[in-house]
């Protein structure tokens, strides 16, 4: 005897083959013709799209650029970093830099520096802030005109506190950062953290293309494609604590030595 629990399966099996079968050719055909349609236009907004790449491909990295805009003429502080303490985050920073002094000789350099090179502190090369003041010199600007600041800590929220208390002592100077391109809008919150909104207005971000890539041809090579993605990150980072909360310590060659492992003793006796 049949249970009611498998006569109502049964039940709906042939209510659902019933609804399949009234389903109609017509609306069948109209499903495969509107996903026909559907894969049209996705292929044709594709090969669109491939065509006309340089002209949105530079959208996605807007948000990362910093102010390409010409330094003022009332510029006599331009202030250039190193982040690792043995290279310039900007090389074109030097002749740009130049062509500010020929405007104001009586401008001055301030330089910062991030994390400081081992190969410094070993004697291996020399300080870069030594470096910046001998390619300055090759254009003329003096090197006493390079002034170094030191800041508390590690970071460039602390080196743009430095420089905010320069300015600060010098209320009628104007200053100019070079940064790198897709490094600009990450940096400028930064320094409005770091300065104020006062001090910030007073400075001006200058972005620098790099020697590889630039914002009109990023996609072109593996630095550049690196490059936004990094430069997404930073501006991420920067957005949700542009201010570090733990101000990173640098080691020093003593830590050095310390990490360094012991030669294991051999076992067993020695022999004399």
Known sequence: MESPHNSEIAS????????RASISPERTVRRSRWRRHLLVAATLIFVFGLIVHRLWLPLLVYPLLAPSVCPP???????IRSSDGHS???????????????????AVVLFTEGWP?????????????????????????PPERVI?????QIGLWYEAQAVADYLQRHPDSYAVFFVEEFGGRSTSLVLRSA????????????????PQFSA?????CRAGI??????????IYSVVAPRPVVAPRPLTLQDFDKLIPECPRPRGKSTP
């Open 12 to 19: 709906r099996t042939v209510a659902l083959a019933g609804a």
């Open 73 to 79: 003429h009332a510029v006599d502080v331009i202030w």
């Open 88 to 106: 310039l985050s900007t090389e074109d920073a030097i002749p740009q830099a130049a062509d500010i002094f020929h405007q104001n000789p009586e």
């Open 117 to 141: 090179s081992r190969l410094v502190e070993l004697g291996v090369i020399p300080p870069m802030v030594e470096v910046l003041r001998s390619a300055l010199k090759d254009y003329g600007i």
């Open 148 to 152: 170094e600041l030191k800041s508390d």
């Open 195 to 210: 300065m104020g909104d006062d001090i910030y207005h007073r400075v001006t971000l200058v972005g620098v293309p790099h």
């Open 216 to 220: 009109a041809n990023w996609w072109r």
């Open 226 to 235: 690196k490059g936004a993605m990094v430069g997404y990150l930073y501006l």
